[in-house]
């Protein structure tokens, strides 16, 4: 293995760390959400737009944050966001009262909105192809049990800290590693052009709908567990976690098998399309959660459908990837999350209006099963061959040095 090729898989370590800590700070107040409703004497619907709050800021940034990747030097870029979002986590543990934790999501949202776009710009100029699919996919109950939301806060604010530290070692040597990202002759292509693309449409709608399901499951399947399953926080801990794993597993797989097909000769078309949508419809029987009495079986089912959603999840940076090439890549992600995290606005507030006004969980599945058969026809009708897009000469600029 070459010194850049070592260098591009412990850049990629260190974004699969990030990815989880990510996760971890975004959805740690769902975890958390039972005891502070509880303290704070919160209704479903104010439990909804906390849980909401983190995605205003990071849907409304995502544009201007892939804007700023392609612009500037990503690896900097990204290390500051990850110290804002992880001294907002910190201060979480502080706040006493709605409008200040609000506040704290809003900043926290702010921070990562860089991630996804550095992802897609890291990955799509320093691995081919064929790795692109187990790159991607690589890509808190206990605490709060014993020792309360406020310590779950602290403890994971401070630890998401360390990673900040070889990070910024690795930073300093990622010259070589990033030249890639703003030293290709090939030209830049102006946000018309891109979405004059239909298929860049096409994934916009598609991830608006998978990310619909994958919020609601993150914000509202701890509550759900523990108000309508009544299981305890230990409980919930324990047996809501196995889902999540579930999704990381089948994604880990999924992509490595996807990378195989193509590698193989499959054509990227089919064999992307097929995860994507496969793993969309199957994921819709997590409807049956909803009305099934019998506990095994109810959670036979929630496990299924976030194994199938595995299945897609990696898929849809995959696809853009490859469509968009690298001197698209952080504009066109940026778009592209930007409109799918408008579902971590909506999921959670409409989640939280329909359990206020019903008093139950059955109308919100409903919505999920929707919304991800709608994201699967996406990609049969608006997404068309799956094969790099032939840009335009035309540059926004010359991009600054990977130095700043």
């Not at 070692?169 to 290709?184: E, G, K, W």
């Not at 606005?345 to 991800?372: C, E, M, N, R």
Request: glycine share 10%; with cysteine.
């Amino acid at each position: 293995m070459t010194s850049r090729a070592r260098e591009q898989w412990i850049v990629l370590a260190l974004l699969v760390v990030s990815v989880s800590i990510n996760y971890i700070d975004r959805g740690n107040l769902s975890v958390a959400a039972d005891r502070l409703a509880d303290e704070l004497k919160l209704n479903p619907t104010q439990v909804g737009l906390l849980l909401s709050g983190f995605f205003w800021t990071y849907a409304g940034l995502q544009i201007f944050s892939g804007w700023l990747i392609d612009r500037y030097h990503v690896y900097w870029i990204y290390g500051a966001g990850f110290l804002v979002w992880s001294v907002a986590t910190g201060l979480t543990g502080l706040a006493h009262g709605f409008w200040m934790i609000f506040a704290l999501r809003l900043l926290l949202g702010s921070g990562e909105s860089v991630a996804y776009p550095s992802y897609s710009k890291i990955i799509c100029a320093g691995f081919p192809e064929q790795q692109r699919g187990l790159a991607n996919a690589l890509i808190g109950g206990t605490i709060v049990s014993r020792f309360g939301w406020r310590n779950m806060f602290f403890a994971i604010g401070l630890t998401s800290l360390i990673w900040l530290i070889p990070w910024t070692v690795m930073t300093r040597r990622a010259t070589r590693v990033s030249a890639a990202l703003y030293d290709s002759d090939e030209s830049s292509p102006g946000w018309r052009e891109i979405l004059r693309q239909r298929s860049a449409w096409g994934t916009f709608l598609a991830l608006f709908c998978g990310n619909y399901a994958w919020y609601f499951l993150l914000t509202w399947l701890p509550w759900y567990l523990v108000r309508e399953r009544h299981y305890s926080i230990e409980r919930m801990a324990v047996l809501g976690s196995l889902p999540f794993w579930g999704v990381g597993f089948a994604s880990i797989a999924s992509g490595w098998v996807s990378d195989r097909l193509v590698a193989r000769g499959g054509s990227p078309t089919v064999v992307r399309k097929s995860f994507a949508v496969g793993g969309m419809l199957l994921a819709m029987l997590m409807l049956p959660v909803a009305v099934l009495k019998d506990e095994t079986a109810a959670m036979a089912c929630l496990m299924t459908a976030c194994v199938s959603f595995g299945f897609y999840s990696s898929h849809p940076w995959l696809i853009t990837q490859r469509l968009a090439g690298p001197q698209a890549a952080g504009r066109w992600s940026g778009f592209q999350n930007a409109i799918g995290n408008l579902a971590g606005v909506s999921a959670p507030v409409i989640t939280g209006w329909i359990v206020d006004k019903t008093g139950q969980f059955f109308y919100a599945f409903v919505v999920v099963a929707g919304v991800l058969a709608l994201g699967a026809a996406s990609y049969l009708v608006l997404v068309g061959p799956i094969e790099p897009i032939a840009w335009k000469p035309k540059r926004f600029g010359t991009p600054a040095s990977p130095a700043l």
